[in-house]
């Protein structure tokens, strides 16, 4: 307990648990926000009293699909008369909108109007549709997909209104106002509201059908019908979503072949003249949904970008990896046979590539020396193991930063980030990085973009090394420190500890406990090829530590008599699951069924908010000659020098992924936690440690 | 109902019998002597830790006041008594004074949580750093005694939480005598809800009878069984209701020895066990398994003289792993038991 942090700088402002209301009787839900993430609170969506934290927020770019919509009323002509006042706000709220430029025409007098109607269904839209489609969206294109439907059906909404402008003289507009007033009227009851969405997708339907401004009586007559037949059914409102979806496409697809053409039509009354026009002409709806479009929904879409992690390279995608060989420092031979399961992940002849690589030495001047001399190392496995491999590079780069100046012309920020990357990329090819890894040249880009750009080139250097200093200490020594303290309370006298493999985390643990003067055994549990496991045995025995060594095929035999099993972790994800050293899933699923407590030790640094279910989709592949030949035993090794038959695969697997319920308890610098509280540790933690 | 004799029970409740208590807390009460004296030594005050336990001991002594709370409100006048001049100074003889509170009884959980849970909460704050010193010991005094009434409520907003669970006609088993477990249950009776419990007898302190007695009075119909008798009784309930001597990180509990087994029945048969516990009994500990935790004895009256050869298992209590806890009713609303843990990380880190 006492070595958890005291004190902090910045105290959690977040209201949970002991909280003092001010109400003197507080509502105790009131202060959870649990089960939404602590980001969202700063949209506004939850500043609205009925909002329940529950939902799903809706989409963050309410305002500017609200600002398109007034920009797109821009394009619909009027009378001059209203123009000074609308003006000026379209120039507040008008971002992008080509029309305005255009024409500098001034809007529609009800569009006012029209727009906080809009609004407040647009906000019942916002709430209802990612209510209702809150399953839709958990797959990729579902949020894009609602952003489309809805902003179609706004600017239909609006668009309605031009459609009406040119038989106003003939008296219509009244029957507009009505049905304005109507609509306003109507987003206060959720049936008239799904008459309202039905109406405006009848609109954009039409609109984009090519029948434009002219056609809007047609359009009009066609709505009131509509209204008349209103299909109540949730079917038949889907069925409206799907076309409205597709209006969207069409529109845009419209707007995509036509742009110049959609600019000049723009042009005041003579679309709407015009009282019929065939498809291809481009419409007045059209060119508001497709400006539309181009304006609302491509941040978003960038946003998105941004949020979604460049997906891994997939090794069985022939064109990404002949594009990426073209790119590639040495090229590897690529193993022939490789399991079907897979493909995606890459795996090379071993043995060759390393003199290829040496001989390149005196080609890569590209390359820092320090650099290069990890990459060997990892590509020779002298330096494995998760920390090691992390503090590596670190130090690497530590030394290719004292060794950068800015070329003439570049900044430091830009280039120095770019250098890295190149240099990640070098290593990447040696050996796969691992997800501390990953972190690690997370935390270390974030630090080279949030350099001050006052400082000069020696003290951003300086402040670059100080921080990667102060990240290997404080998230990798440090963190170990804490753990071994926290983990040493949990070996008692008499406990017989089983660790796998070689950790050097659970390594500490050990010693400790012994100099603490604690009596327990330990088993120690290898595997093939790698017997890393001899190692950890010999520290340990050299410590006078009374061992047992094992292989993994009588883990369930020495499984009864052990009492807690120590496993170290490569990553532990947000749901839970440990990533580690194949083998340690199997360890740990016996220790399950023995009911022995199974605990991950894991710096926090290793966290990651990634979810992951198997071992397939994201692992390391080994050398395939490791488990095909035995060595010292010639009598067996009937396998060798047939690694690549064809009707022979070989699988050798780095990792595996240890599904939570088979772990009692994560040891990490946090402290000790349940596996389910990892995602905690993700969110609470994550900003802090970019920042440190 | 005397005074003494519901604190005995609470003693009992909480793992220690008398004698042993009295024992400890006169023990306690020396080692604070001897701090306080040093304390005159030092800094030639009078002996403050030994008021800190003279305060919590006028606390305690207040029926229906846990003993966390009695520690909470004896740290916020501790504060308030204190004559320190610098906030190094206050924070420093609040620490003192928990930790005299805290060895005064090792073995009770909600005592050592609570005081953990003082010092964050109250201490927590940086605005303490800009003000001078007078405004932001009034500002801990505060935040002290605030903390002091959201203890105190805990039990009524529990029991408010807990209505929605129980429907008319249900079938409630309880174990041992928890006060907000019998807070809820008054609660629905009180609501005029039709409900039938099912009380365990309680062994070795007997504290199961003493609930049954208690919802008698309240006319709702009480059935008593023996401690064994659980799996026996276990299809006719619909859920069962149990109080915490603490809510460990994992989200299980430590709780009167018997729990751990009813949970198993009641999970193998896929009834609902519901937990009723105050926030300030969240603590931190990670029991592995029902030996990693601090031992907590009391003597068994077998009534037969039993011969020395023959073992007697003495500890008070076990724990019940999470995955055998449906819900945690906490004056922070309802948990599910991975919450806890989510809870005090926010808490403590």
Redesign the interface.
């Known amino acids: 307990m006492d070595a958890r942090r005291v004190s902090q700088v910045v105290p959690k402002v977040r209201q949970v648990g002991f909280v003092t209301h001010s109400d003197p009787n507080p509502p105790p839900q009131a202060s959870r926000t649990q089960s939404v993430p602590i980001e969202s609170n700063s949209g506004t969506p939850y500043d609205s009293p009925d909002f329940s934290p529950v939902m799903i927020p809706p989409p963050r770019h309410h305002s500017e699909n609200l600002s398109h919509l007034r920009s797109a009323a821009v394009a619909v002509p009027e009378s001059s008369s209203r123009r000074p006042m609308w003006d000026d706000r379209v120039a507040v709220v008008g971002s992008y909108n080509p029309g305005n430029s255009l024409l500098g025409q001034p809007v529609s007098p009800n569009s006012s109007e029209v727009n906080s109607e809009a609004s407040t269904t647009l906000g019942w839209f916002g709430r209802n549709s990612s209510g209702k489609f809150s399953a839709g969206s958990s797959f990729p294109g579902g949020g894009f997909d609602l952003t489309t439907v809805k902003m179609e059906n706004f600017t239909q909404l609006e668009g309605k209104k031009p459609e009406a402008v040119p038989e106003r003289g003939g008296g219509a507009a009244v029957e507009v106002h009505n049905e304005v007033s109507s609509s306003t009227a109507k987003a206060k009851t959720t049936k008239a509201e799904r008459r309202a969405m039905q109406e405006a997708q009848r609109a954009a339907k039409a609109a984009t059908k090519g029948k434009g401004g002219g056609g809007g009586v047609e359009v009009n007559n066609r709505e009131s019908s509509s209204n008349t037949l209103k299909a109540k059914t949730t079917k038949a409102e889907r069925r409206e979503t799907q076309e409205a979806q597709r209006a969207a496409k069409a529109a845009g697809k419209a707007q995509g072949n036509k742009p110049v053409a959609a600019a000049g039509g723009a042009g005041p009354s003579n679309i709407l003249r015009q009282p019929s026009q065939n498809r291809d002409d481009p419409a007045v709806g059209s060119t508001i949904a497709g400006s539309d479009r181009r304006g609302g929904d491509r941040p978003p879409e960038r946003e998105r970008k941004k949020d979604v992690p460049p997906p891994r390279m997939q090794f069985d995608d022939q064109g990404r990896v002949n594009k990426s060989k073209k790119r590639a420092v040495f090229n590897q031979p690529e193993a022939k046979n490789r399991v079907e399961l897979f493909r995606h992940l890459p795996q090379y002849e071993h043995g060759s590539q390393l003199t290829d690589l040496e001989s390149k030495f005196l080609e890569l001047d590209s390359m820092h020396p320090a650099v290069y001399k990890v990459g060997v190392q990892y590509l020779a496995g002298d330096v494995t193991g998760g920390n090691a491999r992390c503090i590596a590079m670190l130090r690497a780069f530590q030394e290719v930063i004292n060794d950068y100046s800015t070329p003439p012309g570049k900044t430091l920020v830009r280039d120095l980030t770019a250098k890295i990357s190149s240099y990640v990329s070098f290593l990447i090819e040696c050996r796969p990085l691992s997800m501390s890894m990953g972190n690690a040249i997370r935390f270390q880009k974030s630090r080279i973009a949030k350099l001050p750009l006052t400082l000069s080139e020696t003290e951003a250097k300086a402040a670059l090394c100080n921080d990667i200093d102060r990240f290997i200490n404080e998230k990798i020594i440090l963190a170990d420190k804490v753990i071994v303290r926290h983990a040493a309370t949990k070996v008692r006298d008499g406990d017989v500890l089983l660790t796998y493999g070689s950790s050097c985390v659970v390594e500490m643990i050990l010693l400790y406990a012994h100099e603490l003067g604690k009596q327990f055994r330990v088993v120690v549990v290898d595997s093939r090829p790698k017997h890393e496991g001899q190692a950890l045995l010999r520290r340990l025995l050299a410590k006078g530590l009374s061992c047992t060594y094992t292989h993994i095929n009588a883990v369930s035999y020495i499984m009864h008599e052990v009492t807690r099993v120590f496993l170290g972790a490569s990553s532990v994800l947000s749901n839970g699951t440990t990533y580690s050293r194949v083998g340690t899933a199997c360890v740990a699923m016996v220790a399950h069924a023995f009911r022995v407590p199974v605990l991950i030790c894991c710096e926090a640094y290793k966290f990651h908010e990634r979810v992951q279910l198997d071992s397939i989709c994201s692992n390391e592949l080994g050398d395939s000659n490791d488990i095909a030949r035995v060595p010292g035993r010639p009598d067996v090794n009937s396998m060798d020098n047939r690694t690549n038959e064809k009707n022979l695969q070989f699988l050798n697997l780095m990792y595996d992924a240890t599904p939570s319920e088979y772990v009692s308890m994560i040891i990490t610098d946090y402290g000790m936690i349940p596996p389910t509280s990892v995602p905690v540790i993700v969110r609470e933690y994550r900003r802090e440690y970019l920042l440190i | 109902m005397s005074m003494s004799a519901y604190y005995q029970t609470r003693a009992a409740h909480h793992g220690v019998v008398t004698s042993d208590w009295l024992a400890q807390s006169q023990e306690a009460a020396t080692r604070a002597v001897v701090t306080g004296g040093q304390e005159i030594v030092d800094g030639g005050k009078s002996g403050r830790a030994f008021s800190v336990i003279d305060e919590f001991n006028n606390w305690r002594k207040q029926p229906d006041l846990a003993e966390a709370v009695a520690a909470i409100r004896a740290l916020a006048a501790v504060i308030r008594n204190s004559e320190a001049k610098t906030m190094m100074e206050l924070e420093i003889e609040l620490k003192k004074a928990s930790d005299s509170l805290k060895s005064w009884d090792t073995t009770s959980i909600s005592l050592t949580a609570g005081c953990?849970?003082f010092m964050?909460?109250v201490t927590?704050?940086?605005a303490l750093e800009y003000e001078d010193f007078n405004s932001a010991r009034s500002r801990l005094i505060e935040?002290a005694e605030?903390?002091g009434?959201?203890s105190y409520?805990a039990r009524k907003?529990i029991a408010m939480?807990s209505q929605d669970f129980i429907f008319d006609g249900c079938t409630i088993l309880v174990h041992g005598f928890s006060r907000v477990v019998m807070e809820v249950l008054k609660m629905a009776a009180q609501n005029k809800k039709l409900f039938r419990v099912l009380c365990t007898e309680g062994r070795p302190d007997r504290s199961g009878l003493r609930l049954a007695n208690e919802l008698a009075k309240l006319d709702v119909p009480v059935k008593l069984l023996i401690d064994s008798a659980v799996a026996y009784t276990m299809d006719e309930v619909d859920m069962v209701f149990v109080g915490a001597d603490g809510v460990v990180?994992?989200?299980g509990i430590i709780n009167m020895m018997g729990t751990y087994q009813i949970a198993l029945v009641a999970h193998s048969m896929n009834k609902p066990v519901y937990v009723a516990a105050e926030?300030y009994k969240f603590a931190?500990l990670?029991p592995?398994?029902q030996?990693?935790m601090g031992p907590a004895l009391r003597p068994i009256d077998f009534g037969v003289p039993i011969p020395s050869k023959v073992e007697v298992e003495t500890s008070a209590r076990d724990y019940t792993p999470?995955q055998y806890l449906t819900l945690l009713f906490?004056?922070?609303?309802v948990l599910t038991p991975?919450?806890v843990?989510?809870?005090l990380?926010?808490?403590?880190?």
């Open positions: 953990d849970l964050r909460y927590r704050t940086s935040r605030k903390f009434e959201i409520k907003i939480l990180e994992s989200g926030s931190r990670y592995l398994d030996k990693d999470p906490t004056d922070l609303g991975s919450v843990s989510d809870e990380i926010q808490l403590y880190l």
